[in-house]
């Protein structure tokens, strides 16, 4: 995902509900945030963003154009 207001990439789960501002961090919930709790605005990352970003090697599916 993307936090527009800070223009930066977060892991989401949509199970949990839980996000990480590094990817590394995934599995270790106490460095992640709770989602819901968050105040800022959110929309799905481009695979442009993931590339400007330089997130690509952890993308485990496909995006459609």
Same mark, same amino acid.
Request: charged share 30%; with cysteine; net charge negative.
């Given at each position: 995902m993307r936090d527009v207001s800070s223009d930066? @990439? !977060? @892991?989401h789960?949509? #199970?949990c509900e839980w996000g990480w501002r590094n990817?590394? #961090?995934a599995n270790n919930v106490a460095s992640g945030f709770l989602t819901l709790d968050?105040? =800022?605005e959110a929309e799905p990352?481009?695979?442009g963003d993931i590339d400007r970003y330089g997130w690509a090697? !952890?993308?485990a599916g496909h =995006? #459609?154009?």
């Open positions: 930066s @990439l !977060y @892991l789960c949509e #199970e990817p590394e #961090e968050a105040d =800022f990352a481009t695979k090697a !952890y993308v =995006f #459609e154009a």
